[in-house]
């Protein structure tokens, strides 16, 4: 989720992302503190002097976005889970971490890390509103906005539907009483679900409330998106069980189709991606595997040189790609696959190409599995 983004840097080896979403709200926010509350405080303030208390106030606040999501992130790392990225986006921010907590605990105190630092940092900015009395109005309404907005987003952040962290608390405690991280994942994500139906609904009762027509807007969407979140980490936490045991040559294509390294881009257009619908193809040479031609290759390449163009010339070589053994684990690869928005990943034992795996192979796998009512792979 939300892997797009402009990247704006790293912090403890995280990379921090712009989502383009991002834009939009950073605007809202700054104009309705420019237009709005900074007025309501002090009438005297100029235009100008308004807008940049306004950007200055929005850039603090989302520095205390990134200072939540970060600790969360910082707190996973500390118990051995790989954090890809921040990314700032319409509603906050969202952490990518790339596979579930081992313990309740762990998943408990890295739920609870944002929240405890959106609730210091409001209240240090609290303690400067206090401090600041005899200072500039300007100065004391920025302090008082920022902490009232990061206790608030404390206490949102609490409640107790997944994913938020509020709901991750409520799995972790379901997981330590069950001592099953997947029914603790279905229970806690079908309250997220019934949070964000109430958010629904009230947004839509205050759409026909006259004044609040744009808060029911924002309301019943941010329901959509807790809705849609919650069925979304449900869905990966099921797909995590149920590959438990799997084993790569367990699921991928045994003989899949291949083409040489001097076969034009034009044929393999034509003879392989169309025809056989498929998104990319291994190139082989007397056995070995030399690499892969993928859509995102081709693309590079101008179509009126297609014709013109070999296979070799074009494709990610073979110490480019990220690989797999027969007997990986399928949890391990998919981890490398959702981390680098991958489609396949060549399957290769001593140079030989074993097989390939994609996600349409781990699509069908579950997908039979579950005709067949097989609800866990052996281990």
């Known amino acids: 989720m939300l892997r797009g983004g402009i990247p704006i840097g790293k912090i403890f080896g995280i990379a921090i992302r712009l989502n383009y979403s991002w834009f939009i709200v950073f605007g809202l926010v700054t104009w309705a503190l420019s237009v709005g509350y900074f007025p309501s405080i002090d009438p005297t303030l100029g235009v100008p002097t308004r807008v940049v208390a306004g950007l200055l106030t929005s850039v603090l606040f989302f520095g205390s976005v990134l200072a939540h999501e970060l600790m969360h992130s910082v707190f996973a790392q500390r118990f051995g889970i790989p954090v ?25 105190r890295i739920a609870l890390a944002g929240p405890l630092t959106s609730l210091v940092v409001g209240g240090v900015f609290w303690a400067v509103w206090f401090l600041a009395q005899d200072a500039s109005s300007l100065v004391v309404a920025i302090a008082y906005w920022l902490g009232w907005i990061n206790v608030s987003l404390a206490v949102f952040n609490l409640i107790p539907g997944f994913p938020l962290d509020g709901g991750r608390v409520l799995r972790s405690i379901l997981w330590w009483r069950k001592g099953n991280l997947l029914q603790a994942t279905k229970t806690a ?33 941010i329901g959509w998106f807790l809705d849609s979140a919650a069925s979304a980490s449900r869905r990966e936490v099921m797909m995590q069980a149920a590959f438990e045991g799997v084993r790569v040559h367990d699921v991928m294509a045994r003989h899949p189709v291949t ?30 595997f030399l690499g892969l031609m993928t859509v995102s290759d081709i693309r590079r390449v101008p179509r009126d040189r297609w014709s013109e163009t070999p296979v070799r010339a074009a494709m990610t070589p073979a110490p480019a790609l990220v690989t797999a053994y027969p007997d990986d684990s399928i949890l391990s690869v998919l981890q490398q696959m959702t981390e680098r928005d991958l489609n396949q990943v060549p399957v ?32």
């Open 348 to 379: 290769v034992a001593d140079g030989r190409l074993q097989g390939l795996l994609t996600r349409s192979n781990l699509m069908r796998f579950l997908h039979l599995r579950d005709e067949l009512g097989i609800r866990k792979a052996a281990a």
């Open 189 to 221: 994500s079908n309250i997220g679900r019934g949070v964000g139906y109430l958010f629904i609904f009230a947004g839509l009762v205050q759409i026909f409330i006259p004044g609040l027509t744009f808060q029911g807007l924002w309301l019943a969407f």
């Open 259 to 288: 083409v040489g390294p001097d076969v034009t881009i034009q044929e393999v257009v034509d003879d392989y991606l169309l025809l056989r619908n498929i998104r990319a193809v291994p190139v082989v040479e007397g056995g070995r």
């Open 84 to 108: 890809q990225s921040i990314t700032l986006f319409i509603f906050g921010g969202v952490s990518q971490i790339t596979k579930e907590p081992q313990k309740p605990k762990d998943e408990l």
